[in-house]
């Protein structure tokens, strides 16, 4: 595999691994602190799923509460 592509993929898991982090609920973070800040939506029900433009994925969904 080519250097550069090596490279990106270590960055998307040192990504995926601080978000994990960061958006973890512990006794500092609640569903309900994150959902204010804009970071979670919870629950949400996914209506579409599919591929658009150069195979980028879609999905469309809505909350199953008013906002």
């Known amino acids: 595999m080519h250097q550069h592509l090596q490279t990106l993929l270590h960055c998307i898991e040192l990504e995926e691994k601080e978000q994990s982090e960061r958006y973890k609920l512990d006794q500092q ?3 309900k602190q994150l959902k204010a800040e804009g970071l979670a939506l919870h629950p949400i029900i996914v209506t579409r799923k599919n591929f658009g433009y150069a195979d980028y994925p879609e ?3 809505k909350l199953s ?3």
Do not use: C, Q
Request: without cysteine; proline residues 22%; aromatic residues 22%.
């Open 29 to 31: 973070h609640t569903l």
């Open 59 to 61: 999905i469309t969904f």
């Open 65 to 67: 509460f008013p906002p």
